[in-house]
């Protein structure tokens, strides 16, 4: 993963929530469904919720909770 630190590509303006790019959000799913990596695990090390993970996923078709080869498995089908 592009040497992914804790913080990649994250702006925070004024007041309002902390806004995540696109290839961030991408790649932090790639974390968990190509790599197998736990979400809370994930979410941990990146400095970010677990429900924002978890809708971050749910927009890409990640089932929750689901391992990285059942996903892999799911999307060849």
Do not use: C
């Not at 790649?27 to 695990?41: C, D, I, S, W």
């Not at 429900?51 to 929750?64: E, I, V």
């Amino acid at each position: 993963m592009s040497g992914m630190g804790k913080k990649l590509e994250r702006e925070q303006a004024g007041s309002k929530p902390l806004k995540y790019s696109d290839r961030f959000k991408a790649e932090v799913v790639a974390m968990v469904t190509e790599l197998g990596k736990r979400q809370a695990e994930v979410a941990r090390e990146l400095g970010i919720t677990t429900t924002t993970l978890a809708r971050w996923l749910g927009k890409n078709g990640a089932p929750r909770g689901v391992a990285a080869d059942v996903v892999r498995s799911a999307r060849d089908h």
